[in-house]
Nanobody, 127 residues
Framework: QVQLVESGGGLVQAGGSLRLSCAAS????????MGWFRQAPGNEREFVAA????????LYADSVKGRFSISRDNTKNTVYLHMNSLKPDDTAVYYC????????????????????WGRGTQVTVSS
């Protein structure tokens, strides 16, 4: 099982930027596709972005396409979510997760299909 710790959230004004990090440990990081998800109050957890094991394939939810970018550094066992042009609707707790699957498969996985979830990191975008 991969242990994951998210960080980098905070309060930002609309139009601003943040970079989230997710540090992984416990398994060989490069064996795992990675994904970012988010959950706003009263909403279900939703897919945001995914990246393949080697980083060559990335996928995004339509709501963040063109504004967010996912990347990974396999030498640091870390995946990032670069968020630009933030909107109040982006306010949520952001979570990362890992699976030995393709990026496309991770994008469609249900919440209960992952072994576990970390604490997440809060992102609040003020208008």
């Amino acid at each position: 099982q991969v242990q994951l710790v998210e960080s980098g959230g905070g309060l930002v004004q609309a139009g601003g930027s943040l970079r989230l990090s997710c540090a992984a440990s416990g398994r060989t990081f490069s064996d795992y596709g990675m994904g970012w998800f988010r959950q706003a109050p009263g909403n279900e957890r939703e897919f945001v972005a995914a990246i393949s094991r080697g980083g060559g394939i990335t996928l995004y939810a339509d709501s963040v396409k063109g504004r967010f970018s996912i990347s990974r550094d396999n030498t640091k066992n870390t995946v990032y979510l670069h968020m630009n042009s933030l909107k109040p609707d982006d306010t949520a707790v952001y979570y990362c997760n890992a699976a030995q699957r393709t990026a496309r498969s991770i994008a469609t996985m249900g919440v209960s299909e992952f072994d576990s979830w970390g604490r997440g990191t809060q992102v609040t975008v003020s208008s």
